[in-house]
């Protein structure tokens, strides 16, 4: 059977390329050709340092590998008998290689030069007692212009988009945002295009300032350097709504701190392994609503292809397989917004 390359991690804290059997897909699924593949700046990094609860993560065992990697895209190269909802030539997120690396991980794959991706709508219409993939409904066809690195890095804009959508965003409305990573620069740029004013981030370090204000902020603060402006503001009730996007105590005091005592925090960072003080968590203002990226697709793909949303503008590096170790030693260093790897 051909092997292809796939990014591993066998130990904690490291990765490497590994050779493993090329998917064969099933009859609801349909082969991709993996064309690129971000590295999770959150996800990824917690497999490689074990960081997980249970099998996935510190509890896997030592020495057994995790395939790393889910947002991929690539085209349709082949379908199975019963996979109607993808053709060859399509242009699909998140291939995988879940249920085809025996001893792997069972979710991830997509930093492989192969993976498949299921059809779900035919699997529930045929009423198919096939176990499905927790990515099954995020498969999705990209539009003709778009390209397979900006449909990598689109996974990370739709949940940020939709995180904002579920928020309610209104035009006029204050926006406080705590964080200064990638996500944080996506939920500035895109609060703007919905209109919220003003929009204030807090950070910790001063030179974040310009590429916030280039993403559309409106206020920039550092600590508890509070302007005029925004202490006004405070005084009078609070922001009202502010998404912790750090995921830390301190990122969310922050936000209770300025939300008022009517406000909401929307916690973007709420994926497993993430535990906030149990007295900060509980607080009724706090509010948690995972974002269906799904849902985000057509409406983030019509934003790329009308130029309002440039996902270039996100990527620091465009890396080989092959280099890897540094790629991910970038990300842990603060050193990378956005890392793709292309296959």
């Not at 593949?37 to 993560?57: K, L, S």
Request: glycine share 12%; net charge negative; hydrophobic share 35%.
């Amino acid at each position: 059977m051909k092997n292809m390359k796939t990014i591993i991690s066998s130990n904690p804290g490291q990765v490497c390329l590994g050779n493993i059997p090329v998917p064969k897909p099933g009859k609801y699924e349909a082969l991709v050709k993996i064309e690129a593949c971000a590295i999770c700046n959150h996800t990824d990094m917690m497999f490689v340092n074990r960081e997980f609860g249970g099998p996935e993560g510190g509890g896997h065992p030592e020495g057994v590998p995790i395939n790393l990697g889910h947002e991929s895209c690539g085209v349709v190269i082949e379908v199975g008998e019963k996979c109607r909802s993808f053709k060859v030539g399509d242009r699909v997120l998140r291939a995988h290689t879940w249920g085809h690396y025996p001893g792997g991980i069972g979710s991830e794959g997509g930093m492989s030069e192969y993976g498949v991706v299921q059809d779900y709508a035919a699997i529930q219409e045929d009423g198919a007692d096939i176990p499905l993939n927790y990515q099954a409904t995020k498969h999705q066809i990209l539009p003709q212009g778009i390209d397979s690195v900006q449909g990598a890095v689109m996974i990370t804009l739709k949940e940020t988009w939709q995180t904002l959508r579920n928020f309610d965003i209104k035009p006029g409305e204050p926006l406080g945002i705590v964080g200064t990573g990638p996500v944080a620069v996506c939920f500035a740029k895109f609060a703007k295009l919905m209109g919220a004013s003003p929009i204030v981030v807090f950070g910790r370090r001063k030179d974040h300032e310009k590429k916030f204000k280039d993403a559309g902020a409106d206020l920039y603060v550092v600590g508890d350097d509070f302007p005029n402006e925004l202490q006004k503001i405070i005084t009078d009730g609070g922001l009202g709504k502010v998404i912790e996007a750090v995921g830390s105590d301190s990122a969310l005091k922050m936000c209770l701190d300025v939300a008022g005592e009517k406000g909401t925090v929307q916690l973007y960072g709420a994926a497993p392994g993430l535990k906030w003080e149990d007295s900060l968590r509980s607080d009724p203002r706090v509010w948690v609503k995972w974002p269906d990226e799904e849902d985000a697709n057509e409406e983030m793909a019509k934003l790329i292809l009308e130029g309002e949303v440039n996902p270039y503008e996100y990527i620091s590096h465009v890396l080989q397989p092959e280099d890897c170790q540094y790629g991910f030693d970038l990300v842990k260093k603060h050193n990378a917004t956005k890392v793709v790897f292309l296959f």
